[in-house]
């Protein structure tokens, strides 16, 4: 159910609806717009009695949303959703492409502040790296835990460069909250609902990335959960999906991006890196991305990939780096965005 409220509608008139939604026991989740702010309704087994909730002053009307995802849902957020960081020129979901680079894994302080210098001088605005791996062996390189965070939080101050870097479980989850600036659930975690709702409770950027065989509606039924508790900054990722197709790692499914734009009011990314699995295929594919509408590219970058701890054949050289972002700073145009370049001066201290 969703309250749509007058376009004069005051914020104690807001505030009014809100309260008298939590008195009937149901959540109620305002959703500020351009024009008008409306108020979803979760917690609701069968319908919500709407008789009351018309009569509130300042309410326009209350519309029954029939999709399973309802706060994911553009039937209750019609302008794009745009995260933005404190203190700085970033934003995802906006007309400029967020560009979020860096290795899979943190694997020393040397290879992280190496990488990251150079993926700052090419000019993007995010950095990512693992320091809590999902790993397919559990005697594969795991990651170096906090110790990485530390790494990632002096590459913020460093560089100004944004933290992605992802959490695995209610443990790290809560240290990736504190060090971090987008909290990204891996692929294997998209359904693990637990940890989603967890992740719902904070106040940080949340990045979901699409599961293995996730379907559409189960992608942003993911989303749903964090939404449902209260965090509505959330931003999809598409990394590929299984599929008899055995030339690539995954088969990068481009055409759930506009799927997604006409549906939902949430940021897509793509990751050309895990959908390939090949670094050959990781520009042609960020070209594509970035073509068919994505509001950035994720994409991993090490200067000795040949060495690296976890997936080196995927990941590009820092020239490879630089060249991306040439290309896509000349496509960004056609699609009517911006690719900027650094983070702003004031933010990089
Ligand atoms: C990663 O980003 O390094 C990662 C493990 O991604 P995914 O969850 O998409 O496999
Ligand atoms: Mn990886």
Redesign the pocket.
């Known amino acids: 159910m969703l309250v749509v409220m007058k376009a004069q509608a005051s914020p104690e008139e807001i505030q009014a609806v809100c309260k008298h939604i939590e008195q009937l026991g149901f959540r109620a989740h305002p959703l500020p717009g351009a024009q008008r702010t409306a108020i979803g309704i979760t917690g609701n087994q069968g319908e919500v009695d709407r008789g009351n909730l018309e009569e509130l002053s300042g309410v326009a009307e209350v519309i029954r949303v029939s999709k399973a995802y309802k706060l994911a849902s553009r039937d209750v957020k019609e302008e794009d959703t745009i995260i933005r960081f404190a203190g700085t020129d970033a934003a995802i979901g906006d007309r400029s492409l967020a560009i979020i680079a860096g290795p ?1 894994s943190v694997e020393s302080r040397e290879q992280a502040f190496s990488i990251a210098e150079q993926v700052a001088a090419s000019g993007a605005q995010f950095f990512r790296g ?1 320091a809590y791996k ?1 790993r397919t062996s559990p005697y594969a390189f795991q990651g170096l835990g906090l110790d990485a965070l530390k790494i990632l939080s002096e590459i913020r101050e460093k560089f100004g460069l944004r933290i992605v870097t ?1 959490a695995i479980d209610s443990q790290s989850l809560e240290l990736v909250a504190e060090w971090a600036d987008v909290i ?1 659930i ?3 975690n998209m359904q693990n609902f637990s940890l989603l709702k967890h992740a719902g409770r904070l106040r940080k950027p949340v990045m979901i ?1 699409r599961g293995l065989s996730a379907t559409l509606e189960e992608f942003l039924m993911a989303a749903e959960y964090v939404m449902s508790e209260g965090n509505y900054q959330v931003i999809l990722c598409e ?1 590929g999906v299984r599929t008899f197709a055995d030339h690539a790692r995954n088969t990068l499914d481009l055409s759930i991006i506009p799927a997604v734009r006409r549906l939902s009011h949430l940021p897509i990314l793509v ?1 050309p890196s ?1 959908a390939t699995g090949k670094r050959d295929s990781v520009l042609p594919m960020a070209r594509a991305a970035v073509a068919s509408g994505a509001d950035g590219i994720l994409v991993e970058v090490h200067d000795h990939p040949e060495m690296a701890l976890s ?1 080196g054949p995927q990941s590009i050289y820092p020239i490879q780096f630089a060249r991306m972002m040439d290309e896509l700073e000349q496509i960004a145009p056609v699609v009517a965005r911006t690719l900027p370049r650094g983070i702003s001066a004031e933010a990089a201290k």
Do not use: L, S, T, V
Request: proline residues 8%; neutral net charge; charged residues 45%.
């Open positions: 899979c693992g999902p992802e990204q891996g692929a294997r990335k990394r990751d895990h997936d």
